[in-house]
């Protein structure tokens, strides 16, 4: 049997296998897991999904830290407090993984400065992009000022300006759904977190 294929009929287990794939998949840029889907709601009740770079993961908390334009819509979605999913797929390990729990915004403090501290000079200049990221425009355009398009910067100062457009998105998962694709069998399971931190899991049919 391919070990990918390998059931875990522990729930105990799986919940710990989904920790580490996430937490493995915030430091690794070549895990499927890297890039999962999040999605928001906006203020009419439309969904609204995009793809966006895990940045980090904290177990003790199961917090989930992705980062974003301070102007961009989902920080109006989320603000303080709004519902947020999160999907990610690795099809190698056939591992599905529907996260859903409370995102929030934060532009300022310690978490804030140091994720902006922590990018690479690269990264940051993403947000120096101007106007605000989905501003209509009538030609293809980067937003990026044309001294600095087309090339990685050369100091802090040219990203300096870019801070005050950075900001963090945190997602607080309170349920995870876990589905396992294997050829013995599939497992599906689900996790929500209790009110004293711990989880508690039920086995769902597939």
Request: net charge negative.
């Amino acid at each position: 049997m391919n070990p990918l294929d390998e059931v875990i009929d522990d729930l105990d287990e799986v919940r710990a296998d989904i920790f580490r794939r996430l937490g493995r998949a915030s430091k690794d840029r070549r895990s499927a897991m890297h890039t999962p889907v999040i999605g928001t709601v906006r203020g009419d009740g439309t969904p609204s999904q995009r793809v966006m770079v895990l940045r980090a993961f904290d177990p003790a908390t199961a917090t989930l830290r992705f980062h974003t334009d301070s102007r961009a819509a989902k920080v109006d979605e989320l603000g303080d407090g709004a519902p947020i999913s999160v999907l990610a797929y690795d099809p190698a390990a056939k591992r599905q993984f529907r996260l859903s729990g409370t995102g929030r915004i934060e532009t300022d403090g310690e978490t804030a400065d140091k994720a902006w501290n922590d990018a690479t000079l690269f990264a940051r200049r993403c947000y120096l992009a101007d106007p605000a990221p989905g501003t209509l425009s009538d030609i293809p355009v980067s937003g990026l000022p044309a001294d600095i398009e087309g090339r990685k910067p050369e100091n802090d100062a040219e990203v300096a300006p870019g801070r005050a457009n950075f900001a963090v998105l945190l997602a607080r998962i309170e349920t995870i759904e876990f589905l396992h694709l294997a050829h013995t069998g599939h497992r599906r399971a689900i996790f929500r977190l209790q009110p004293d931190g711990s989880w508690y899991g039920q086995w769902l049919v597939p």
